[in-house]
């Protein structure tokens, strides 16, 4: 298996909803990454789980609330969002977010496309 | 990470090859360069990656200049579906680990 996997691939939700964002991989990759892509423009950093601890928060809003449960999994828990979120939200993982070697290639997910109204 | 620079758009016609610039002045010793391109509504997807020698697998061919400040992306033969936003991204390692920075990309559109 060679694919990160995200649900939902669309979500609605209001400023006051609470709801999740859910990225999975089966290629036993020790690094997970949220990125955020608005349209037109090129993906931006969130976070960097590493080890399943969170290692780098690019300063992102605490209504962002990243979650790793294992290895496999990548939660992204979204509260009290406003319109300005929307976007669409890429995960990725790596081999291993310390690797100096220039093989630790970003596999990414397709995306989870996400409007708050 | 290291600055790089595209240009914001190329075309290219199909079954040619498509040949995308990047500079990138500031890299240091130590940082890879790497190319992604994203097709409209899905994730980023790999494509080569290199230090100091020109590399080349069954997508691409990257070469780099010898002072590494600048490198070019070649699809040899390009096709309708090779229609894409190309990243050139020149990476570093910091202490909480490597972080892959998006610049602007190259939006290649390929023209039957």
């Known amino acids: 298996d060679t694919e990160v996997t995200q649900t939902p691939k669309h979500l609605v939700m209001g400023m006051t909803n609470k709801k999740s964002l859910k990225c999975e991989q089966h290629?036993?990759?020790?690094?997970m990454y949220w990125y955020k892509q608005k349209a037109k423009k090129p993906p931006e950093l969130m976070f960097v789980?590493?080890?399943?601890?969170?290692?780098i928060n690019e300063s992102v809003p605490s209504r962002f609330s990243p979650e790793c449960p294992n290895s496999s999994l990548l939660n992204l828990h979204l509260h009290a969002l406003q319109p300005e979120d929307s976007a669409l939200y890429l995960c990725a993982s790596s081999q291993d977010a310390q690797m100096t070697s220039g093989a630790n290639v970003l596999t990414f997910g397709a995306g989870s496309r996400l409007t708050v109204l | 990470d290291a600055k790089t620079t595209q240009p914001t758009s190329m075309d290219c016609a199909e079954g040619r090859a498509a040949n995308l610039p990047c500079n990138h002045s500031?890299?240091?010793?130590?940082?890879?360069v790497y190319w992604y391109r994203q097709i409209h509504s899905q994730g980023p997807q790999y494509i080569i990656h290199?230090?100091?020698n020109n590399e080349t697998n069954e997508m691409a061919s990257l070469i780099i200049t010898e002072d590494r400040k600048s490198s070019t992306l070649i699809l040899p033969h390009a096709t309708l579906r090779d229609t894409a936003v190309y990243y050139c991204i020149v990476r570093v390692w910091g202490n909480a680990g490597n972080m892959l920075t998006f610049g602007g990309g190259t939006r290649l559109m390929v023209k039957p």
């Open positions: 789980y590493s080890y399943e601890k969170l290692s």
């Open positions: 500031t890299i240091s010793g130590n940082e890879y």
């Open positions: 290199g230090l100091k």
């Open positions: 290629m036993g990759h020790r690094a």
